[in-house]
Nanobody, 122 residues
């Protein structure tokens, strides 16, 4: 079992930036694809971004391309710029089933973090 600990959420005005981080409690990041999903009130949990086990390839939802950047070192990070009210959601860190090959749907997720709230005011 891998425990994921997210940090960095908060309240920001539209156009602002936030940086989310996700660490694995007490151990190094697994050699698996990792990423972020989000869930807004009344909506399904949706894919945001993913990065392969070695950081060599990334993938983004169309709604965040050009604004969000995912990276990994000792943590998985999501730099969110030009934030919009539509980005308001609980953001979840996720560990995939494999080192690469995709992490775009919930059935591809092995472990979830507990979530961190991001609120963007207009």
């Amino acid at each position: 079992q891998v425990q994921l600990v997210e940090s960095g959420g908060g309240l920001v005005q539209a156009g602002g930036s936030l940086r989310l981080s996700c660490a694995t409690s007490g151990r190094a990041l697994p050699n698996l694809e990792m990423g972020w999903f989000r869930q807004a009130p009344g909506k399904e949990r949706e894919f945001v971004a993913s990065i392969t086990y070695n950081g060599g390839s990334t993938s983004y939802a169309d709604s965040v391309k050009g604004r969000f950047t995912i990276s990994r070192d000792n943590t998985i990070n999501l730099q969110m710029n030009s934030l919009k009210p539509d980005d308001t959601a609980v953001y979840y860190c996720a560990v995939g089933l494999y080192g690469r090959g995709g992490l775009s749907t919930r059935d591809m997720v092995r472990y979830w973090g507990q979530g961190t709230q991001v609120t963007v005011s207009s």
